[in-house]
């Protein structure tokens, strides 16, 4: 099947007919399920492997319930401290299933445990007597869940995969065991369900060149939270934040996660002007934990950064919460995206929102979200030289920041707000709901 144009599928009557298109909030409200096994969309965000898709899930499912759904958000329960249901809004929650031991596991060794994580999901929609027509799954692990699912009934089934492993396994060196199972259900679940969600035309074109020619996709992107992310001036911030007024900022903010080419970031640090003349700051944002492999890859930052003599000027924040997260990117000059590939990247356009030029790895979907010159710089991803380059050119021209920053608030604003994704995606479980009215309500 080809890609799915979602105004072309809506037959508007059909949707009126059933009460879409109506005020949502005087309807009765429709049950769905968003799954995200590792994604906790109740945790907090920048350790260990909480990033953007706890983002994406929490954020689509909290406006997704403010348009009219009755959303339900499971995932897998790491600690037994953790309550089993968090109550975000009064119809939005997370359920936390318990599938595995209740403890971190990564999530390259999950999978195991996702036959138990259906017999929960299962179990608790009895109990609770719901049914979810339509299931959204997020992420490898929760696809095959959904398949498992959609054996068990006819239920509408939307996928997004947040990282591909057909992608990620070109960039890293060794396969981990679980990667052949990884394709094979990455090509299962674009070829079986009812649509998957790309978050970037690059992410469209890798799924159709390394995935299947099978399945429908609609490109729906991430967004952010344009109320939060917002500019604010570069002195209130660094005043706030108790930073020097005068220094270059170059900003980091992500997991320690070697993929995310922190290293890369450091050493074009030490090799730019700003540097040269004693006037550079590197800030690093994102948590640890010591006995993870985000502790070991911070500990392996560390080390490079005394090895390039920059230990003295870099500031490591550790994990930072999303309300003082806008202070950083406004108090920085700018954002650096070293990733070695990176299906979206929601830093990109947190920064981008708050007026700050990012210069980022030219890979994924950072093509997507980046300007080339106009909202920021992209370079070949690892090359120290290239971001060192992109580095001092934007740190030289005061002018041409003010021009990249009202470009690239103006782009985040027209393009990637949490209001339109939502409002797509609720689309488009409109049109796939209707397309099953007919045969199943
Ligand atoms: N993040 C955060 N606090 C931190 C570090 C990161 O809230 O200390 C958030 C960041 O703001 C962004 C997300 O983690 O919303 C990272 O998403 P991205 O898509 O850039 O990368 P991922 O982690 O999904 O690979």
Redo the contacts with the bound molecule.
């Keep these: 099947m080809k890609t799915v144009d979602v105004d072309e599928l809506r037959p508007s009557n059909e949707l009126t007919d059933i009460g879409w298109g109506k005020d949502p909030l005087l309807l009765p409200r429709q049950a769905i399920a968003l799954i995200s096994d590792h994604g906790d969309p109740a945790a907090e965000?920048?350790v260990e492997e909480a990033?953007?898709?706890n983002?994406y899930v929490r954020q689509v499912g909290e406006t997704l319930a403010t348009l009219g759904w009755q959303v339900d958000m499971f995932t897998r329960k790491v600690n037994p401290n953790d309550r089993a249901i968090v109550q975000h809004s009064p119809h939005c929650r997370t359920i936390r299933l318990v599938a595995g031991p209740e403890q971190f596991i990564p999530r390259d060794e999950i999978f195991k445990y996702m036959p138990q994580f259906v017999e929960a999901f299962e179990a608790f929609r009895l109990q609770e007597g719901i049914s979810y027509p339509l299931i959204h799954t997020n992420y490898w692990l929760s696809a095959w869940v959904g398949l498992q699912l959609k054996k068990l009934s006819q239920i509408q089934l939307v996928h997004t995969y947040?990282s591909l492993g057909a992608v990620k396994y070109q960039f890293v060196p060794d396969r981990p065991p679980i990667g052949s199972t990884r394709l094979r259900v990455e090509r299962q679940i674009l070829e079986q369900a009812d649509c998957v969600v790309a978050t970037s035309p690059q992410e469209e074109e890798s799924l159709r060149a390394l995935v299947s020619q099978k399945g429908r996709i609609k490109v729906i992107p991430y967004g952010t939270d344009v109320n939060n992310f917002r500019i604010i001036p570069k002195t209130e911030a660094r005043a706030k934040l108790g930073l020097n007024p005068t220094e270059q900022i170059v900003l980091y903010?992500?997991?320690f996660d070697p993929r995310?080419g922190i290293e890369t970031v450091v050493r074009a640090c030490a090799e730019s002007k700003a540097q040269k003349v004693g006037n550079l700051r590197l800030a690093i944002?994102?948590?640890s934990c010591p006995d993870r492999i985000d502790g070991q890859e911070r500990k392996r930052i560390e080390q490079i950064i005394q090895e390039v003599g920059l230990a003295q000027r870099t500031l490591f924040s550790g994990?930072?919460?999303?309300s003082v997260?806008p202070l950083y990117y406004a108090a920085s000059d700018v954002c650096v995206i070293p990733s070695h590939y990176?299906p979206?990247?929601?830093?990109a356009i947190?920064a981008m929102a708050c007026g700050t030029p990012v210069v980022a790895s030219d890979v994924g979907g950072l093509k997507f979200a980046i300007v080339p010159e106009k909202t920021g710089l992209l370079v070949p991803s690892q090359s120290i030289t290239a971001f060192a380059a992109a580095i001092d050119r934007i740190l030289a021209d005061k002018w041409w920041v003010k021009q990249l920053s009202i470009n690239a608030s103006a782009r985040v604003r027209e393009q990637f707000t949490w209001a339109r994704t939502v409002s797509q995606l609720s689309n488009l479980y409109q049109c796939l709901l209707a397309g099953s009215v007919n045969s199943n309500f």
């Design positions: 965000i920048g990033g953007g898709q983002v947040h903010v992500g997991r995310k944002v994102g948590g994990q930072l919460d999303h997260l990176e979206f990247g929601l830093v947190e």
